[in-house]
């Protein structure tokens, strides 16, 4: 295989364009199963779409006809029908190529607009960033900026304390937000037990007095 080539384990083939589109009159269906071969070919051959040997040179007709098991003449003829409709590329007259195959075949290229209507709907799944001593506590800029709405000067020390944990301790959490915001949570409810009142993020606690009637 050439280098750089992937070879495909499956095609996508479009419902619509296949029952609907223009390929129903353009080809007959001897002519369509051999165009159907053809992209499973150029797939195996995983060369973005050319139907070359391992070095990308094109493969005698004779070979593929004799491959799909079909007669000459109707590979042939197919492939002059398909050039004429821009189906192959038509730079050279023994070169076999799938026009537009990253467009169509490319996975990537499929699930694109999907991952950009997930990453506008969600702005919390994007890209996480690297925060802390040691470059471990992970958040995307829009969960920092929630965080440090939050906590304002007392965000650093918050993201340290978890830096340092997972360094030292090899915590594991599947987000490093939620995290932050528990350690906070439960950082209140032992100030609470321990009679002082959590004041606003950055400022020291101050400690209460509890009224004489539950002094012991």
Request: charged share 30%.
């Amino acid at each position: 295989m050439a280098r750089g080539a992937t070879r495909r384990t499956w095609i996508k083939l479009f419902i619509t364009g296949w029952l609907h589109g223009s390929i129903r009159w353009q080809l007959e269906a001897d002519e369509r199963s051999v165009w159907a071969d053809l992209i499973c070919l150029a797939g195996e051959c995983g060369q973005a779409g050319l139907i070359g040997d391992n070095d990308g040179r094109p493969l005698p007709w004779s070979f593929i006809a004799n491959r799909l098991n079909i007669p000459q003449e109707l590979l042939e003829r197919t492939i002059a029908k398909c050039k004429h409709e821009g189906r192959l590329d038509d730079c050279n007259a023994d070169t076999l190529k799938i026009t537009n195959w990253s467009a169509y075949q490319s996975e990537y290229e499929r699930q694109k607009p999907h991952r950009q209507k997930a990453k506008s709907s969600n702005p919390d799944k994007g890209i996480k960033r690297k925060y802390g001593e040691f470059q471990n506590v992970l958040l995307t800029d829009n969960e920092q900026e929630k965080l440090k709405t939050k906590f304002g000067d007392a965000l650093p020390e918050k993201i340290e304390n978890l830096s340092q944990g997972i360094e030292s301790k090899g915590y594991k959490y599947n987000s490093h937000y939620a995290t932050i915001l528990n350690w906070d949570r439960r950082e209140k409810v032992k100030e609470g037990s321990n009679g002082t009142h959590q004041s606003k993020p950055g400022k020291t606690p101050t400690r209460y007095t509890l009224p004489d009637e539950l002094r012991h």
